[in-house]
């Protein structure tokens, strides 16, 4: 059944494949078309009955536009790139169609399989988190059948993953980094992956996963069908396609509330806020009328903990995730924020990737984003599903000039920040703020049970970051760089290979490179650097001559 036109939802689809389009059933794929979602259901397009009666039982009846466009074409195995934003239904877009076609134990034609218990299909995800996130819904697709899903990413032990390789699954699910060093050491086994998913194919080329990327698709078979999903189509992403994928269609899902790139149900307000008065100003509006669950979103991971730690001195239920916790304590954090124990979640750019929460209603920039689309990939978590949202951006005086290029970028119309302090009175009147709100929230509203609520793992964690220091304020091991560091150090190494090589050691020496990239160091941090140098001239009273005149002069023997 080919969906038709409707006013309500809409998608842009254009394909290199006639073969495919004509194939697949679907109108001038040349052209803009229109689909009304509402009028058709999974089953509608031939879906297994037992993954249409899943979704049933679980309140997902009609496909969203992304879905809706990309199922007729998937199902015939034609390879796909999928574009649309985050929190549009992309998970479903590809999940259907990957489990449609693998065949479960008990199911008819598992024995025949050539290798019955080696993955027929693989999921590639740029962070922990996604991967979590994409593995459970697929879970929840295919609880009907005896589909077996593996996840596999990095701050877990190796163990658990490498014994649920060997039992036998039918889909795996995980980071790029910890899927290559499975299979170099022989555990993962690919040659009968004949379903590849690139899921936020951007996200993987920023984090610079290109290379493990290309290693993972060199060991799937030759033929296999590969779909491609990404919220942008940077031109290495476009590059990527062109080498991997054949003639594949390209389903672009619009929506019509859209503005341009940014969403026309989120309110956007700027303010000019100085740098020791952000939490206070942060404090108050988390008191704003209405406000439900809010992420604040930090460049750092130093900063992330410092705000999270600070909110939680002023009575707010908040927990934070970034690169330097473990695994353990981000899971902990994820779920006390979908399960209402905490209503703030402080995070870092690359950690939040994945973040799939309904209802919530504010977004905090409290550090001005680096560009444009992490803009929008942040503010991109509220306003969902036709709800109504709020984004709120802190720019510092240095940031003034970053924020103009994105406010051009994106035709915002707000070049000049604001000047507001927590004393503002349009602070109050912009986000229906009460009269009178202080910075710390009183006694009688704290009624979140908090992270406690939640149970803290223990994951038999790899590398220094562990759940129980992670949460620590004192688990960063001083200052931090920004940007890069946050990436490599924090989740590049998702992939345990730094751990494999020596642990550690080599971690040590990637936090100092941050500290030093940065400016940051302490004055313990340079000190050792001069320190053996003038102690080795004191005790051989040679190679130093002239530190050690400098030295007399200064005590008043020395010669001239």
Known sequence: MVPRADEHTKAQVTTTDTAAATSAAQPDLSTPSAIQAQDVSFADFGVRPEIVEALAESGITHPFPIQAMTLPVALQGHDIIGQAKTGTGKTLGFG?????????????????????????????????????????????????????????????????????????????????????????????????????????????????????????????????????????????????????????????????????????????????????????????????????????????KRTAAKVSDELRDRGFAAGAIHGDLGQGAREQALRAFRHGHIDVLVATDVAARGIDVEDVTHVVNYQCPEDERTYLHRIGRTGRAGNKGTAVTFVDWDDVPRWQLIDRTLDLGHPEPVETYSTSPHLYTDLGIPEGTKGRLPKEKQQLAGLDAEELEDLGETGKRSGKTGGAPGASRGPRGEGRGERRDGERRDGGRSRSRGGRGRAGSRDGAAAHADGSASAEGSAPGERPASGKGAASGEGQPRRRRRRRTRSGGGEG
């Open 96 to 300: 259907v169609p990957l489990l449609h076609r693998v065949v479960a134990p008990g199911e008819p034609g598992y024995d025949d399989l050539p290798a019955p218990g080696k993955p027929q299909a693989i999921v590639v995800t740029p962070t922990r988190e996604l991967a979590v996130q994409v593995a459970n819904d697929l879970a929840t697709a295919s609880k009907k059948r005896s589909v077996r899903i593996v996840q596999i990413y990095g701050g877990r032990a190796y163990e658990p993953q490498i014994d649920a390789l060997k039992a036998g699954c039918e889909v795996v699910v995980g980071t790029p980094g910890r899927m290559v060093d499975l299979l170099n050491q022989g555990h993962l086994n690919l040659t009968r992956a004949a379903t590849v998913v690139l899921d936020e194919a951007d996200e993987m080329l920023d984090l610079g996963f290109l290379p493990d990327v290309e290693k993972i698709l060199s060991r799937t078979p030759a033929v296999r069908h590969t779909m491609l999903f990404s919220a942008t189509m940077p031109g290495p992403v476009v590059s990527m396609a062109r080498r991997y994928m054949s003639q594949p269609t390209h389903i672009r899902a619009a929506d019509p509330d859209d503005q341009g790139a940014t969403v026309k149900n989120t309110r956007q307000v700027v303010y000019r806020a100085h740098a020791l008065d952000k939490i206070e100003v942060l404090a108050r509006i988390l008191q704003a009328d209405g406000r439900g669950r809010t992420i604040v979103f930090a460049r750092t």
